[in-house]
């Protein structure tokens, strides 16, 4: 077992062919610590150099009602009525708390895409 600190685009890249190879391999093979260990460092290197930022809420709500099928009038329930369903959609509105819990608990968005870089509205 060679393994060593992944530092650069090269080691990282040798890193997944190494883990790649590995990958079919039995727990109970001599190799399997090998495994274990390049994947975290493989984890830890993506971590610090491939972050990837939580998404927009509105464009997180946009997202589930695509996937859905739904439509703004769908929503309705969940904001209170149509109008601000439209406000909030175009950023002419901020989410409050209630309609936070509402879609998180409806639509199951993350409270965390929720409320990444947004301010709340006071109710």
């Known amino acids: 077992m060679n393994i060593k600190s992944i530092r650069t685009e090269k080691d990282y890249e040798e ?3 190494r883990v790649d190879e590995l990958m079919d391999i039995n727990p109970e093979d001599e190799r399997f610590d090998e495994l ?3 994947t975290t460092l493989i984890e830890n290197y993506e971590a610090k150099h491939y972050v990837i930022d939580m998404p927009n809420p509105i464009e ?3 997202f589930r009602m695509e996937q859905e099928g739904l439509k703004q009038k769908d929503l309705a329930p969940l904001f209170g009525n149509k109008v601000r369903v439209s406000e909030v959609l175009n950023k002419k509105r901020r ?3 209630d ?4 879609v998180h608990e409806e639509l199951h968005i993350p409270f965390e895409n929720l409320l990444n870089r947004y301010e709340l509205e006071s109710i």
């Open 15 to 17: 890193a997944l062919q």
């Open 60 to 62: 997180a709500i946009k």
């Open 36 to 38: 274990e260990i390049l």
């Open 99 to 102: 309609m936070i819990r509402n």
């Open 95 to 97: 989410l409050t708390l």
